[in-house]
């Protein structure tokens, strides 16, 4: 089955500064790739997702690539924000069925003013 | 519209207790699920409803059972608790089987001692 692993684990970074997280998949086979975002004690927010037939999506500050050839995506913040402090989920699955969605473990981003 | 609602929002039981999380979407969707959480973890499907009238398993469905009561409702059944189901759990739905969980509850926090 699908594993998806997650790096780093916990993200320190300045106000302003670029934030990027990684996650690799190893089922070659999934093919749409969400991210959530999660702030302590809330529900999961789907933020941005993608697709494999697209290498990068941007939706304002967020982005996020996809290297089909490493199983590997990112996703990126520009100019961070306090607000942004929150734990980021990534995940994949086929696009057959996202019940078998699997996700990584999570980054914890901590943004300081 | 209160999108899904789940209860009790907190719970702490005895092992060997049995209780029932209740879920409800009052957006028409199709599809449900339900999610634990632990700590250092992604979500984990533990069964889901593609539709009313049908549920399947998901990741870790050991030790629970669920219930498509109707389009609206889909309810998740701990029938003899264990320490290892200590968790944070979230329901969630979607329009279809097709998208990716988008709509999560506020979670119910469940202890078990």
């Known amino acids: 089955g699908e594993n998806v692993e997650q790096h780093p684990s916990t993200l320190s970074v300045q106000e302003g500064d670029s934030a990027v997280i990684k996650c690799t998949y190893s089922d070659s086979a999934s093919n749409y790739f969400p991210w959530y975002k999660q702030e302590l004690g809330k529900r999961p927010q789907l933020i941005i997702d993608?697709?494999?037939?697209?290498g990068e999506k941007k939706d304002q500050r967020i982005a996020v690539t996809l290297n089909k050839t490493a199983k590997h995506f990112s996703l990126h913040i520009t100019e961070t924000q306090p607000e942004d402090s929150a734990v980021y989920f990534c995940a994949a699955s086929r696009n057959t069925g996202f019940q078998k969605l699997v996700f990584g473990t999570g980054t914890r981003l901590l943004v300081s003013p | 519209n209160a999108g899904v609602t789940q209860t009790p929002k907190f719970q702490v039981l005895k092992t060997g207790q049995s209780m029932t999380l209740q879920c409800a979407q009052d957006?028409?969707?199709?599809?449900m699920y339900w999610y634990r959480q632990d700590p250092g973890m992604g979500l984990r499907l533990i069964y889901y409803s593609a539709s009313e009238g049908t549920t399947d398993k998901g990741e870790v469905p050991n030790g629970y059972n669920v219930s498509r009561l109707n389009k609206r409702e889909f309810s998740l059944r701990l029938e003899s608790a264990a320490p290892s189901q200590t968790s944070v759990y979230f329901c969630?739905?979607?329009?279809?089987?097709?998208?990716?969980?988008?709509?999560f509850g506020d979670g119910t926090r469940l202890s078990i001692l």
């Open positions: 957006m028409n969707h199709n599809s």
């Open positions: 993608i697709r494999s037939n697209v």
């Open positions: 969630a739905s979607t329009r279809d089987r097709g998208e990716a969980p988008q709509h």
